[in-house]
């Protein structure tokens, strides 16, 4: 059998079509049609007013925070398990991330957690829908409304997800979206910031090219930088936008897949919490010891069935390390894996897998 892959894009629909319209005008760069209708499309599918792309899902985080003015001396609370762009682009606007603990079962941060480590420097609050699984938002929207801080959403991970009938990316201060080739919709590499506050809007729009003046020619108002999205990134974006209702249709086909067959073993598929809709980007197994997490990878990995750890928590990184304990992320990073989860899975590949994971629980010592 071939071998399975964790993720691949799927690159259907208008795709060549929108691609070969911007090779035969001639604007692959910046500039170009695509760009604002991708922007256009993409804000109508989330809900809100307006959106601006940008190059990669890690430059959306840093220009929020610098459209926000998050900087020197402020500092910024993130949970720690996350994909580590979550705090780096804290780190290089010159303020301080502040690391929190996570929740068992729905693997995203503890807003209890996020409530007590509020200081007189606290500016904002970075929360991460992981995996595709959104936060508790109405405890973080309050919190932050409380205390007068900023709320950013790193939704790279949760397009299609949905809190209470709500769309994630449109609660906070600012959000900001990943394109890259294993999200559920891809521009290769690519991402969008949303936020609230127009002049917020107009400040990314700014600081994402070059910082340049609306009224004079080759005038720059500020330091700023170049993150700006291709047309050609833009196009296959709009087409992976009209395919998105299936995507996010056919991987919950595979989630209840998963969760029906695996169901019984010692581990947990991470399924919703609550009024939600989970986007499953990832398909997640949650094994109750750590100690076989490994082990089951590698037996994957020899079935030709690839899959990926957790992340490690941020706080352990040589960069950022803390001496903190938190005890949640940490058990959760060392218990879990990502089974595949793109939306061409077929059944039999699904039933490959799971028979393959079944396999080994039913023979597996250590």
Known sequence: MSRIP?????????????????????????????????????????????????????VAIHLALEALGIGPGDEVIVPSFTYIASVNTIIQTGATPVFVDSIDQTLQVDPSLVES??????KAVLIVHLYGHPCDMDRLTEICRKQKLFLIED?????????????????GDAATFSFFGNKTITTGE?????????????????????GVSKTREYWHDMLAYNY???NIQAAIG???????????????EVAAFYAEELAGLPARMHGPVGNVTHSYWMCSLILDDANK????????????IETRPFFPMAHKMPHCRTSQVLPIGESLSERGLNLPSFPALTDAQLAQICSSVRSFFLNFEG
């Open 6 to 58: 964790v993720y691949e894009p799927q690159l259907g629909g208008n795709v060549s079509t929108y691609v070969n319209e911007c090779l035969t005008s001639g604007w692959i760069s910046s500039r170009g049609q695509f760009i604002a209708r991708f922007e256009d499309a993409f804000a109508g599918y989330v809900g809100c007013e307006s959106a601006t792309t940008v190059a990669n899902g890690t």
């Open 117 to 122: 480590a509020i200081t007189d420097r606290t």
């Open 155 to 171: 939704c790279a991970e949760a397009f299609g997800s949905m809190w209470n009938g709500k769309h994630v990316g449109t609660f």
């Open 293 to 304: 997490r490994d082990h089951l990878r590698r037996f994957l990995h020899e079935q030709d």
């Open 228 to 230: 700006r999205m291709t």
């Open 190 to 210: 690519g991402g969008i910031v949303l936020a609230r506050d127009a002049a917020v809007m107009d400040r990314c729009r700014s600081l994402k090219s070059q």
């Open 238 to 252: 709009l087409a992976q936008l009209e395919l998105a209702d299936g995507f996010l249709r056919r991987k919950a």
